[in-house]
């Protein structure tokens, strides 16, 4: 019987991690259904007017549709849910918290580039991955509200205050929870050198959450760390050139240090609790 109840819990524990995890496999399959479905279409048009709009196709609406998409379609699950949860009320200071973790996403970024182009040649895959999600389609404006608003905000909705926020209502402890979704925000981003920066962002995305006690944190955090790599790769049309590979990496050393830095000030200024609510 002891056996059984034992099984009957994991069963169930299982059950509610499954619950949370669906909802990822929701945005993945709408941002990869979304795509399909544009490339199929298109691919009509072209066999029927002898065109190639499948090859001037722009990536960015694909990811836009599946952002408000996604987020419509959660609403109307977790709507009710948000609502007394007061998932976008937030009692404190928000502008402050909003500014404090804008600058977080600013040292971030100053530490992933500053470590990206201090090794030259990894700092060009990760300077291409960016100018090309960035600038491909010749549509600057949609390309930068997707990247820096459209997708920010849904991936913080999606990942932290839905995956982070209920598997700590599980019994996982408060650090696996948090190495899980950023396991599962690195895997919608590709592997080698992004991957790798990805489940960086994963976990500093998710501390932000934690500690703020707010998505609105997050989403902040998110966007002006994507925010700040495209206005710099459009405005000097480079990310790596005119500074040494040693100034990179000193700049890659007060980032981390910023980024810690005021990541302390937000730890304490919110009291962050390892306990679940």
Not at 134 to 154: C, H, K, Q, Y
Request: neutral net charge; glycine residues 10%; proline residues 0%.
């Amino acid at each position: 019987m002891e056996e059984y109840n034992n099984k009957s819990k994991v069963g169930r524990f299982f059950a509610e991690v499954w619950r949370v995890v669906c909802y990822f496999v929701l945005f993945v399959g709408l941002q990869a259904g979304l795509i399909l479905a544009l490339i199929l279409v298109l691919s009509v048009v072209d066999a029927i007017s002898g065109g190639n709009s499948v090859d001037n196709l722009n990536i960015s609406w694909g990811l836009f549709l599946s952002a408000v998409l996604t987020f419509i379609l959660m609403k109307r699950r977790l709507g009710q849910e948000w609502k007394e949860e007061g998932f976008w009320h937030y009692e404190r200071s928000l502008f402050s918290i909003i500014l404090l973790c804008s600058c977080i996403g600013l040292a971030l970024n100053l530490f992933i580039n500053g470590v990206l182009c201090s090794l030259v040649t990894l700092g060009s895959e990760g300077q291409t991955e960016r100018v090309m999600l960035g600038g491909e389609s010749g549509n600057l404006f949609l390309a930068f509200v997707t990247t820096n608003f459209a997708i920010p905000v849904m991936e913080e909705v999606v990942f932290r205050g839905t995956l982070l926020r209920r598997l700590r209502e599980t019994k996982l402890n408060w650090i696996l929870a948090l190495i899980i979704q950023a396991v599962l925000f690195t895997s919608i981003h590709g592997m080698g050198i992004q991957g790798a920066y990805s489940f960086i962002l994963g976990i500093a995305f998710g501390l932000v959450y934690l500690w703020a006690g707010t998505i609105w944190a997050s989403i902040a955090t998110h966007i002006a760390f994507n925010a700040i790599s495209d206005l710099f790769i459009w405005i000097y049309n480079t990310r790596c050139e005119g500074v040494s590979a040693g100034m990179w990496f000193v700049l890659a050393l007060a980032g981390i240090g910023i980024t810690i830095l005021l990541m302390s000030v937000l730890k304490r200024k919110c009291g962050f609790t390892s306990k679940a609510e």
